[in-house]
């Protein structure tokens, strides 16, 4: 089992307000890295209403992705470098091939990959980007899949969709990694999601909040989309993102939910400690392990934490530490 950790790269990713500017970024990846963390994510947001969280309105301020692994990449030497998940509308396709061999030559081979059909239409309309329906946001999310795996394992690549076009397109000097970087697609699993992940990427991941017994139903959904494509279901890859709360027995976790819970960025006076724990990493260390190893019997091989009730915020550094120390050890 590989974990990894959500980096904090919004402006309400620490709940004592301090700006989780470049400096701070990079150095949270180099902290995740000495901890003995096997990956750092980033998402793909460029401003994020906590509204849509039951926080106050307004655009957060965040960082770019690729620009900042590239930063972090050249200040950390082994912990591999994930995107979660870049929204396929805003670069487009081949230019991303060409960015993500870049990074992945930065960074010595360590990408990983994470793409999207995006989801956040106020986003897309503050950028200029026209917002299609849901339909047409995968389809183009299938043809960005076929342009990546072409060009990142090829020095010359065609191809004709219906919405992107390359011709003869070179990709020179190619990624770090051979054949090329992973992909991963990122989504809730619908059929036509998982039919992407089937025939056209290395693994699938989704977030943040996951029974095991859900995930087992939509994981099984994945597999039947792989027979449909002729492929082996035990080599489509699986990641899951999840909140995550720890402490080091019950009463340390018990003190560490109530702090997340009332430092939260959001308003969650409502969320009860039990619907948290079903759905999310969260518990004494014994309970953590005891969840992630849950997961990987479903076939999940990398688990990625968010240290907090939202996405890519660190409620409480400690707990980044604690976990390292108490449940890295037990779950590999």
Same mark, same amino acid.
């Given at each position: 089992?590989?974990?990894?950790?959500?980096?904090?790269?919004?402006?309400?990713?620490?709940?004592d307000g301090?700006?989780?500017?470049?400096?701070?970024?990079?150095?949270?990846?180099?902290?995740?890295?000495?901890?003995?963390?096997?990956?750092?994510?980033?998402?793909?947001?460029?401003?994020?209403?906590?509204?849509?969280?039951?926080?106050?309105?307004?655009?957060?301020?965040?960082?770019?992705?690729?620009?900042?692994l590239s930063?972090?990449?050249?200040?950390?030497?082994?912990?591999?470098?994930?995107?979660?998940?870049?929204?396929?509308?805003?670069?487009?396709?081949?230019?991303?091939?060409?960015?993500?061999?870049?990074?992945?030559?930065?960074?010595?081979?360590?990408?990983?990959?994470?793409?999207?059909?995006?989801?956040?239409?106020?986003?897309?309309?503050?950028?200029?980007?026209?917002?299609?329906?849901? =339909? $047409? +946001?995968?389809?183009? %999310?299938?043809?960005?899949? /076929?342009?990546? !795996?072409?060009?990142?394992?090829?020095? #010359?690549?065609?191809?004709?969709?219906?919405?992107?076009?390359?011709?003869?397109?070179?990709?020179?000097?190619?990624?770090?990694?051979?054949?090329?970087?992973?992909?991963?697609?990122?989504?809730?699993?619908?059929?036509?999601?998982?039919?992407?992940?089937?025939?056209?990427?290395?693994?699938?991941?989704?977030?943040?909040?996951?029974?095991?017994?859900?995930? =087992? $139903? +939509?994981?099984?959904? %994945?597999?039947?989309?792989? /027979?449909?494509? !002729?492929?082996?279901?035990?080599?489509? #890859?699986?990641?899951?993102?999840?909140?995550t709360v720890?402490?080091?027995?019950?009463?340390?976790?018990?003190?560490?939910?109530?702090?997340?819970?009332?430092?939260?960025?959001?308003?969650?006076?409502?969320?009860?400690?039990?619907?948290?724990?079903?759905?999310?990493?969260?518990?004494?260390?014994?309970?953590?392990?005891?969840?992630?190893?849950?997961?990987? =019997?479903?076939?999940?091989?990398?688990?990625?934490?968010?240290?907090?009730?939202?996405?890519?915020?660190?409620?409480?550094?400690?707990?980044?530490?604690?976990?390292?120390?108490?449940?890295?050890?037990?779950?590999?």
């Amino acid at each position: 089992m590989k974990v990894g950790v959500a980096l904090p790269h919004y402006d309400f990713s620490y709940p004592d307000g301090r700006p989780a500017d470049l400096d701070a970024t990079v150095a949270f990846a180099r902290r995740a890295e000495e901890l003995g963390y096997d990956s750092v994510w980033m998402s793909d947001h460029f401003f994020l209403d906590l509204s849509r969280y039951g926080g106050p309105k307004g655009r957060s301020k965040s960082l770019e992705a690729i620009t900042t692994l590239s930063a972090i990449a050249v200040e950390t030497e082994r912990v591999r470098l994930g995107t979660l998940v870049l929204c396929e509308a805003f670069r487009h396709p081949p230019v991303l091939a060409k960015m993500a061999s870049t990074l992945d030559i930065v960074s010595d081979g360590r990408l990983e990959l994470g793409i999207g059909a995006g989801w956040y239409e106020d986003e897309y309309r503050a950028f200029g980007f026209r917002f299609p329906p849901t =339909a $047409e +946001r995968i389809e183009r %999310l299938r043809e960005t899949a /076929d342009i990546l !795996g072409g060009m990142l394992s090829s020095g #010359r690549f065609t191809y004709e969709g219906r919405y992107y076009r390359v011709e003869d397109a070179p990709n020179d000097p190619p990624p770090a990694q051979r054949p090329r970087p992973p992909i991963w697609i990122g989504g809730k699993g619908g059929p036509k999601v998982m039919r992407i992940v089937a025939e056209a990427a290395d693994g699938w991941n989704t977030v943040w909040r996951w029974t095991p017994e859900a995930y =087992a $139903e +939509r994981s099984r959904q %994945l597999d039947r989309a792989c /027979d449909r494509a !002729g492929r082996d279901p035990a080599t489509a #890859r699986r990641s899951l993102g999840l909140y995550t709360v720890v402490g080091s027995d019950e009463r340390d976790f018990a003190d560490r939910w109530e702090r997340t819970r009332r430092t939260a960025p959001i308003d969650a006076s409502e969320l009860r400690r039990e619907d948290f724990e079903r759905d999310a990493l969260a518990g004494s260390a014994d309970d953590c392990v005891a969840r992630i190893k849950e997961f990987e =019997a479903l076939g999940v091989e990398h688990v990625v934490c968010s240290f907090g009730l939202i996405p890519f915020m660190v409620s409480d550094e400690e707990q980044v530490e604690l976990f390292a120390r108490d449940v890295l050890p037990r779950v590999r």
